[in-house]
C-alpha cells in the first residue's frame, strides 16, 4: 500500500443518505449534504473525484454538488468511504488492486446498517477497472495508516475487536496485512481516542489519532487539558511509540474545544487528506486551526493546505479523511526501484 503522499488518480467519497450521517431534520440534513460536498470540491481543486449516491439522493446530490464531481448510483447505508470502500494496493509490476475487507459495521454495533455497506468495496473496484484482493478480515481503512515501505499502524481495539475479528492474534491480523496491504511491520497502538471508544464511535480509529507523514516521522494527536481523558490517552500512545517503534515524532495539539453537548470531543487535525498538490484539512472555529495548517504544510512540504469545517463530521462520527478514500497512479516497476 503506497503512502497517502503518493500520486493519486482520484478520490472516492459517498454521499449522505438516509440515516444516522444525514440526519432527521431538514437543517441537518442541509449541514451533512453541505459538509461533505464542501470536501469534494475541495479536493476536485486537485484531482477528480467520484461521488457515489444511493438512488433515493440523486435529487440532492445534483443540488448540493457540482458538475466537476462525478456522481454514480449505488445502494447505499451510510457515507464513510474510507471504512466502507476498498484500500488501494500496487502489484508487484506497479499496477493497481483493491483490497476488500469485511465490512460489518464498525464491530456490529447495534445502530448501524451494513447490508448495501458491505458491497461497496467490490463496486468501487469495478468502477476503478481494478482487479480485488479479497480479505476475509473485518477492518476499515481508517483502522490503518501506512509509510509505503511496509510500517502499518493499526489498534488493539480496532483489529483484534472480538465484534469484527473473534478469536485472532496478532500473528494472524499481521499476516493477513502482509498479504494484502504489504505490511512488513506492523506498530500496535493500545487504543484510540475517548469519544470515538463510546457507543457511536468506531472503537479506536487510528486516523483521528496518528498520521505517518515521512518514513520515521509521525504526527501524533496531542491533548494536554487536564481535564480532557485524552490526555492520558495520548500519553499512554506515545509512551508506546517511543518504547518501541522509535518513530521520531511531532506533536499535533489538539484544538481547545474540550466539548460539545454530548461530552468531551475527539476533534483531531490528524484527519487530513492528502492529494495532488494539497492536503484537505479540518478546522473547527478554534484558535488553533491556523496552527494546525501551518504544521501541515511543513509535514508536507509543497503542498497547499485547504482546510474545511469539519464539526458537522465529526458530530456524525469522524472526519475529512473518513469520508474519502484516495486511489494511487499505477507506476512502473522502474520507477519503484
Same mark, same amino acid.
Given at each position: ?41 475541495? &479536493? ?21 454538488? =457540482?458538475?466537476?464531481?462525478? &456522481? ?22 506497479? =499496477? ?45 481503512? @481508517?483502522? &490503518? ?21 473473534? @478469536? ?28 470515538? =471508544? ?17 518514513? @520515521? ?21 506515545? =509512551? ?98
Amino acid at each position: 500500500m503506497p503512502s497517502e503522499g503518493a500520486p493519486q488518480d482520484r478520490v472516492w467519497m459517498a454521499f449522505p443518505s438516509a440515516g444516522y450521517s444525514l440526519g432527521d431534520t431538514e437543517e441537518a440534513r442541509h449541514q451533512a449534504r453541505s459538509t461533505w460536498a464542501a470536501v469534494a470540491h475541495a &479536493i476536485a481543486q486537485f484531482e477528480p473525484v467520484t461521488m457515489l449516491v444511493d438512488p433515493d439522493e440523486i435529487g440532492a446530490a445534483k443540488r448540493y454538488v =457540482s458538475q466537476d464531481i462525478e &456522481i454514480v448510483e449505488a445502494p447505499l447505508n451510510d457515507a464513510w468511504m474510507r471504512d466502507i470502500g476498498p484500500t488501494f494496493v500496487h502489484a508487484d509490476d506497479g =499496477s493497481v488492486a483493491a483490497v476488500d475487507w469485511v465490512f460489518n459495521g464498525w464491530g456490529a454495533q447495534d445502530w448501524a446498517r451494513w447490508d448495501r455497506d458491505a458491497k461497496i468495496g467490490a463496486t468501487v473496484a469495478e468502477l476503478a477497472g481494478v482487479p480485488v484482493v479479497d480479505s476475509p478480515l473485518v477492518n476499515e481503512g @481508517g483502522g &490503518i495508516q501506512v509509510d509505503g515501505e511496509g510500517t502499518v499502524l493499526v489498534t488493539e481495539t480496532v483489529q483484534l475487536d472480538p465484534g469484527r475479528n473473534p @478469536g485472532l492474534s496478532r500473528a494472524d491480523v499481521e499476516a493477513e496485512l502482509a498479504r494484502t496491504v504489504g505490511a512488513a511491520k506492523v506498530v500496535w497502538l493500545p487504543r484510540g481516542l475517548t469519544r470515538d =471508544s463510546q457507543r457511536f464511535g468506531t472503537r479506536g480509529h487510528v486516523d483521528i489519532v496518528a498520521a505517518i507523514t515521512a518514513p @520515521g516521522r509521525l504526527l501524533l494527536h496531542t491533548q494536554t487539558a487536564d481535564e480532557h481523558p485524552d490526555t492520558l490517552v495520548c500519553k499512554e500512545i506515545r =509512551s508506546t511509540l517511543e518504547g518501541a517503534y522509535g518513530f521520531d515524532i511531532v506533536e499535533m495539539p489538539a484544538p481547545t474545544i474540550l466539548a460539545d453537548g454530548d461530552g468531551y470531543v475527539d476533534y483531531s487535525y490528524i484527519n487530513h487528506l492528502v492529494v495532488n498538490g494539497g492536503v484537505i484539512a479540518c478546522s473547527f472555529d478554534d484558535p488553533r486551526d491556523a496552527d494546525a495548517a501551518a504544521i501541515l504544510a511543513e509535514q508536507y512540504p509543497g503542498r497547499s493546505v485547504v482546510s474545511v469545517d469539519a464539526r458537522p463530521l465529526f458530530e456524525r462520527g469522524g472526519g475529512i479523511h473518513c469520508i474519502t478514500q484516495q486511489q494511487p497512479s499505477p507506476i512502473n516497476r522502474a520507477e519503484r526501484v
